[in-house]
């Protein structure tokens, strides 16, 4: 099975599953381009299906397309919703980076924009 993502204006609108072979007989005529993208990619990384091991295959457009990214036609990307304002974009991966790196630690964080830092989450 592969994947194809809708986009139209730059944004994906449906991802969808499908057989290559079958591919033209599932989509629809509304305005807008198909475009293949590859569930096992983040961050320009092909990965084993159901893992975190990178596996050495063929990373597609950068990162598996979701509804509300953008496809970005000079990079060949999908490039998720920017999540922070003070975030910028990895060129390598197409993925944000907050300005300061979260902490490498068994703990969860959430961004604060506000203070421009991560905060430790309650209860954790």
């Not at 990384?45 to 975190?52: D, E, G, K, L, R």
Request: hydrophobic share 35%.
């Amino acid at each position: 099975m592969a994947h194809f993502a809708k986009v139209q204006d730059g944004i994906v609108t449906q991802v969808i599953v499908a057989e290559p072979e079958f591919f033209n007989t599932f989509v629809d005529s509304s305005p807008g381009e198909w475009i293949q993208t590859s569930y096992n990619t983040r961050g320009g990384i092909h990965y084993a299906p159901n893992s975190n091991e990178p596996d050495g295959g063929v990373a597609l457009r950068k990162n598996y397309a979701g509804i509300g990214f953008t496809y970005d036609k000079d990079r060949d990307a999908f490039i998720p919703p920017k999540p922070y304002a003070s975030w910028t974009l990895d060129e390598a991966s197409c993925l944000w980076e907050a300005p300061v790196p979260m902490p490498a630690d068994e703990n969860a964080y959430e961004w604060n924009e506000e203070t421009q830092s991560w905060e430790l989450i309650d209860g954790e």
